[in-house]
């Protein structure tokens, strides 16, 4: 069962996500919040697999809900995704850089909000599409200074292959297909590129590779390929 918490200053947007994921056999909201201080005393008392948390509230917005979630150790298991009205803005970096672990717009339909739910307890990257493509153009126009170029050194080949991957989007079963190794073996290729890097997630690890430059914008562009 996939427990989730809903964070939203909206009461109908809470009762929308509510009655959609309630209805599904596997997923559980276990409790709701209004602001981000109250997110994360629920966060600790239900302990959820994904929390659901808008960027925008009073009180403690959901950046900084984000930051606190993630410099929880107890909340570790936590995947926090941000939901937002506008797609890119000047904060999206700064959550995915605070801990979140994907973005999803308002507006998403039914069907793509509980498979993002599910994605993200599963611990892969969840990026919207239209925020994936203007991340995009903000690092063509904008690239940012980073130290992931150096630690990337660190990293052997396959796994420098297997962090391309997971910046152009795919699953860890599509990793796996496109290098042809066994699942594990390519959760353990990230894994150990997430801990020589210092990620906290594989939000952070897409990140790492836009900022080093690791991946370019041609192949990104592209897309995911494979199954």
Request: hydrophobic content about 45%; proline content about 4%.
């Given at each position: ?17 509510r009655?959609?994921l ?5 997923i559980e909201?276990?409790?709701?919040a ?7 005393a629920?966060?600790?008392e ?5 929390a ?10 959901g ?7 993630a ?7 936590v995947r ?6 506008y797609?890119?803005?000047?904060h999206?970096?700064?959550?995915l850089?605070a801990?979140?672990a ?6 998403i ?5 509980l498979h ?7 611990g892969?990257?969840l990026?919207?599409?239209?925020i994936?493509?203007?991340l995009?153009?903000?690092?063509v126009a ?6 992931a170029?150096?630690a ?6 396959r ?11 795919l ?21 150990r ?21 690791l ?6 562009l592209?897309g995911?390929r494979?199954?």
């Amino acid at each position: 069962m996939i427990r989730v918490l809903l964070v939203d200053d909206q009461p109908l947007i809470r009762s929308g996500f509510r009655a959609l994921l309630d209805l599904e056999d596997d997923i559980e909201v276990v409790a709701e919040a209004g602001d981000g201080t109250r997110a994360l005393a629920l966060a600790r008392e239900h302990l959820p697999d994904v929390a659901l948390v808008d960027i925008s509230m009073p009180v403690t917005d959901g950046i900084e809900a984000t930051r606190r979630i993630a410099a929880d150790p107890a909340l570790g298991g936590v995947r926090v995704v941000i939901l937002t009205n506008y797609g890119l803005d000047e904060h999206v970096l700064d959550a995915l850089r605070a801990g979140a672990a994907g973005f999803l717009v308002k507006d998403i339909v039914p069907e793509d909000l509980l498979h993002a739910v599910r994605v993200a307890a599963r611990g892969d990257v969840l990026l919207a599409p239209s925020i994936t493509r203007r991340l995009l153009d903000r690092y063509v126009a904008q690239p940012l200074p980073t130290a992931a170029g150096t630690a990337l050194r660190e990293l052997t080949n396959r796994e420098r292959e297997a962090v391309t991957l997971v910046a152009r989007g795919l699953s860890t079963d599509q990793i796996a297909g496109r290098m042809t190794i066994s699942s594990l073996t390519a959760k353990t290729h990230v894994n150990r590129a997430m801990t020589k890097l210092g990620a906290r997630d594989r939000a952070q690890l897409v990140v790492m590779a836009y900022e080093s430059g690791l991946v370019t914008p041609r192949a990104l562009l592209e897309g995911p390929r494979g199954s």
